[in-house]
Structure formats: structure tokens, C-alpha cells
């Protein structure tokens, strides 16, 4: 009695359990994408489409050839004929690729494209899309997202570190702010990253090094700051480009882009001589710091590939002399810009009636001329006489105070 008592009870326990599954079975059926229609269900992309659509103006769109514009044909449409509309790409029964760049779509970035999880290719830059990006992480299959020259606001939309395939990511000409995510470094893939004329801030992160090739990385006219890391060195690629920034300290050794880019912010110290020997370099830009010194370049600068800028520094006339193509012969440097002035010294009183004062405008170089001028009136003038490194007074007086500068000339060099 009681083994039938059990079977009973597994046979009960059997019907229940097959009661159950007949009343899940449909709903796993109503969830499954039909045959043939790839990794979403048309239904589901033709929605997504008409919001996409509807969402941007579409009927204000510069170009919407095939897209239908009516209720009627939105309801007879199908993703076999979504395939011939303007910039929309079907492959494998999904869709794989919308471009609309330049097409005056408008209003807040459309959320509803992550449903497109089949998406590759997603260009909508050049139009008056705002607001925030959306979360990626749906968008596993995506390849390239270029959404520059927009209005784009916020900081860089999460899981992107998440897109194992993520091979470009154009942003560039937005408002974005905060920082570059460090979970960048985890798309090995990464070939292109342009952020370049937005608004993100804060240090650099070390992980983009772990990028094992990245050809080309914009990210200048932002408001980075801090030290540029030395991790960067690892970093391959043609275009390195982190100009207009508030980057400082020194500049890395071994930086190895062909085209570096480093401008206009607050990086000091000496120039590496890793750079003057470099194989690799063609084009150094890093006017507008706050370096002091030059290596010496082999080749010399104007004589091989190398195109060298480096006006707007700090830099005396030890740097020039070692890269004169012919010494004693003068050599026009004004094509790297002018050198910025250091600011003019002043001379107070001496706290001690008669004692004496030395003012110290000695800078690099082997053949320089000093010719030491006081400011009278707003203009510098010439102090007769005054041509030695150091201005020297045996006793200062009230009369003496003022400001004071070196100009400094050197023989076969005309910055």
C-alpha cells in the first residue's frame, strides 16, 4: 500500500508537472524568434525602425528614399522590402547597419536602437541628435558607432567595455563630459577612438595601453589633465593626438606614433632624445608647453622626414645651437613659432640703504649676446653698457626699482 501510495503520488506529481510545462510551452513559443528571421524577430526590428523614424523627424529627413510614410505602409512593410530603404543594411535576416549621416535627424538619441541587437554598423554623425547615449551592452554584434558633430551631452555611454568587437568609436564634435572609462582597454579590437572637441576631463587611464594596436586616437580639445601615463608607450599606432588639453609634467620616452601630437598644454622639462632618433616619427607637435630643452636631432630638423613644432615653449638658445644644420651660418627657426618670453624681474628697494643687488638673466648657449633693458614709460629700453649675463648694482636706491629684462641674440641663429 505504501509503494502504491507513492506511485500514486508520482503520478500525480508527473501530471502536475506536465500541466505545467503545457502551460509554459506556448508562452517559450510566443518567445522565440520564427525561422529565418535572424537573432530578432522582424516584428521587433520593424517597431524599432518606425520609433527610430518617428523619434528623429523622419519626415524632415534629407533623404528617406523607401521608407515608409504612412500608417498603411508601415503595416505592409517587411524586413525584405526595410533592405531597400535609404541607409539600411539587412544581413542574415537582421538588421545589421543604419547610416544616416548629414541627414538632418533631430531630438534625443534614440534608446530604442540597442533593441537592434544585430547592429554593426551605426553612423548618424553630422545632425542634431541630443542628450545621452544609451546603455551598449545589448549591442554585442556592434562594430562601429560614429555619432560625431552632433549634440551629444553626458558622459560616454556605459558598457563599452563590454563590445569585444568594437573596432571604431567617433564621438568627436558632441558636449561630453567625465572621463575616458578605463574599460576601454578592455576592446582589443579598438582601431579608431576620436573624442576629439568635447568636454571630458580627469586623468587618462592607463588601461587604453592595453589596446595591443591603435592606429588612430583623437583626443585632443578636451580638458584632460595630469600626467600623460608612461603606460603610453606601449601604445602602437600612427596618430596619437592629445592636443589642447591640461595635460603636464614630462613628456613620456618612447612615445611611438608616427604623427604625435602634443600641443598646447602644460608639459615641461627636457624633450626625451628618445624622439630624436626615433625611427618611426614623422611629425611632432609640441608647441605651447612649457619645455626647456631640445635634444640634439639626427637627422636635423629640416633636412629628413622629420617635420618638427615646437614654438610657444620655454626653450633657450642650448637647444637651437645643437640642431643647426650649419654652424656659424644663420638659420631662419621662425617656421617652429615663437619662443614665449619668461616674465620680465623685478627689482625692489634694498631693505639696507646701500646694499648691493644682482639680477641673473643667463640662459643656454655657447655663443649667446646679452643686451639687459629696463621698462621706462611701458616701452623696454636699452641700458647702455649692460651686456653681461648678470645686472649688478653696488647699492640700490629708490630710483633703481622697476623691471627689468635680458634680450639675448646668438651668433648664427635667428629664432
Known amino acids: 500500500m505504501r509503494q502504491n501510495s507513492t506511485y500514486a503520488s508520482f503520478r500525480r506529481g508527473l501530471r502536475g508537472l506536465f500541466g505545467l510545462l503545457l502551460l509554459l510551452g506556448p508562452l517559450a513559443c510566443w518567445a522565440q524568434v520564427p525561422p529565418g528571421q535572424g537573432l530578432v524577430a522582424d516584428s521587433t526590428e520593424l517597431r524599432v525602425l518606425r520609433q527610430f523614424y518617428q523619434a528623429t523627424g523622419g519626415e524632415q529627413w534629407t533623404a528617406s528614399t523607401h521608407w515608409p510614410t ?32 548629414a541627414n538632418h535627424l533631430r531630438g534625443p538619441f ?26 551598449l551592452r545589448p549591442l554585442q554584434q556592434l562594430q562601429y558607432l560614429i555619432a560625431r558633430d552632433n549634440q551629444l551631452t553626458g558622459p560616454l555611454p556605459t558598457g563599452l567595455g563590454t563590445l569585444a568587437g568594437l573596432n571604431t568609436l567617433d564621438l568627436a564634435d558632441n558636449r561630453l563630459t567625465g572621463r575616458l572609462p578605463g574599460e576601454l582597454g578592455r576592446c582589443q579590437g579598438l582601431r579608431s577612438l576620436v573624442l576629439t572637441n568635447n568636454q571630458l576631463s580627469g586623468p587618462l587611464p592607463d588601461s587604453l595601453a592595453l589596446i595591443p594596436y591603435l592606429p588612430y586616437c583623437y583626443l585632443g580639445n578636451n580638458r584632460f589633465s595630469g600626467p600623460l601615463p608612461t603606460a603610453y608607450t606601449k601604445l602602437l599606432g600612427s596618430f596619437f593626438i592629445v592636443s589642447g588639453n591640461a595635460l603636464s609634467g614630462p613628456i613620456p620616452a618612447g612615445l611611438q606614433a608616427a604623427y604625435l601630437y602634443l600641443s598646447d598644454n602644460h608639459f615641461s622639462g627636457a624633450l626625451p632624445a628618445s624622439y630624436a632618433t626615433s625611427a618611426v616619427l614623422e611629425q611632432l607637435v609640441i608647441q605651447g608647453n612649457d619645455l626647456t630643452q631640445l635634444p640634439a636631432f639626427t637627422p636635423k630638423p629640416g633636412t629628413g622626414r622629420l617635420l618638427l613644432y615646437f614654438g610657444q615653449n620655454l626653450l633657450a638658445f642650448d637647444s637651437f645651437e645643437p640642431n643647426q644644420r650649419t654652424p656659424g651660418v644663420s638659420q631662419d627657426w621662425s617656421g617652429s613659432g615663437l619662443q614665449r618670453q619668461a616674465p620680465a624681474d623685478t627689482l625692489a628697494p634694498a ?65
Open 351 to 415: 631693505p639696507v640703504t646701500g646694499a648691493g643687488a644682482q639680477l641673473n638673466g643667463r640662459i643656454g648657449g655657447a655663443h649667446n649676446h646679452y643686451q639687459w633693458q629696463r621698462q621706462v614709460g611701458g616701452q623696454w629700453v636699452d641700458m647702455p653698457g649692460q651686456t653681461q649675463p648678470d645686472l649688478r648694482w653696488a647699492a640700490v636706491t629708490a630710483a633703481d626699482a622697476g623691471l627689468y629684462r635680458t634680450a639675448v641674440t646668438n651668433t648664427g641663429c635667428r629664432p
Open 110 to 135: 534614440p534608446a530604442c536602437l540597442t533593441r537592434l541587437t544585430g547592429l554593426s554598423f551605426l553612423n548618424l554623425s553630422g545632425n542634431q541628435l541630443s542628450g545621452l547615449l544609451p546603455d
Open 70 to 101: 504612412t500608417p498603411a505602409q508601415w503595416v505592409a512593410a517587411t524586413l525584405a522590402s526595410a533592405a531597400a530603404w535609404q541607409d539600411v543594411s539587412v544581413t542574415g535576416g537582421d538588421v545589421t547597419g543604419l547610416s544616416l549621416a
